[in-house]
Nanobody, 128 residues
Framework: QVQLVDSGGGLVQAGGSLRLSCAAS????????MAWFRQAPGKEREFVAA????????YYADSVKGRFTISRDNAKKTVYLQMISLKPEDTAVYYC?????????????????????WGQGTQVTVSS
C-alpha cells in the first residue's frame, strides 16, 4: 500500500515557475513507477510525466516537454515536478500517481487506468 500527498500548487503568472511535490508512505516506494497527471475544468485527465523506479528514465507529454522536469528522491520517498515557463493552459489540478510495475517501459505508462494509487491533487493556476 502506498499513500500519496500532493503539495506545492498555487497561483503564478504566465512565464513563472512552480515545483510540485508528492510525498509517499510505504516501504516499497523505490519499486514504484511514479507519474503526474492533470485535469483542467471540463476536460479529461491527461498524462504529464512519468519516471522509472530508479529515476533513470523519464517520459513527458509533448505539451510539457522542455518545460517540466520530473524527478524523485527514493530516500525521501518523494517525487517532484519542476515546472517552468508556465502557460495559462497549464492551469489544472495536478495529481501524482504510483504503480508497482517496475519492469514496465514508462513510455507505456501514460494511461491513468494503469495506476492504483493517487494523491489528492494540488491546484495550479497560471494567470495571463
Amino acid at each position: 500500500q502506498v499513500q500519496l500527498v500532493d503539495s506545492g500548487g498555487g497561483l503564478v503568472q504566465a512565464g513563472g515557475s512552480l515545483r510540485l511535490s508528492c510525498a509517499a508512505s510505504g516501504r516499497t516506494f523505490s519499486s514504484y513507477v511514479m507519474a503526474w497527471f492533470r485535469q483542467a475544468p471540463g476536460k479529461e485527465r491527461e498524462f504529464v510525466a512519468a519516471i522509472s523506479w530508479s529515476g533513470a528514465s523519464t517520459y513527458y507529454a509533448d505539451s510539457v516537454k522542455g518545460r517540466f522536469t520530473i524527478s524523485r528522491d527514493n530516500a525521501k520517498k518523494t517525487v517532484y515536478l519542476q515546472m517552468i515557463s508556465l502557460k495559462p493552459e497549464d492551469t489544472a489540478v495536478y495529481y501524482c500517481a504510483a504503480e508497482s510495475q517496475p519492469w514496465r517501459d514508462i513510455a507505456t505508462m501514460t494511461e491513468g487506468s494503469l495506476y492504483h494509487y493517487w494523491g489528492q491533487g494540488t491546484q495550479v493556476t497560471v494567470s495571463s
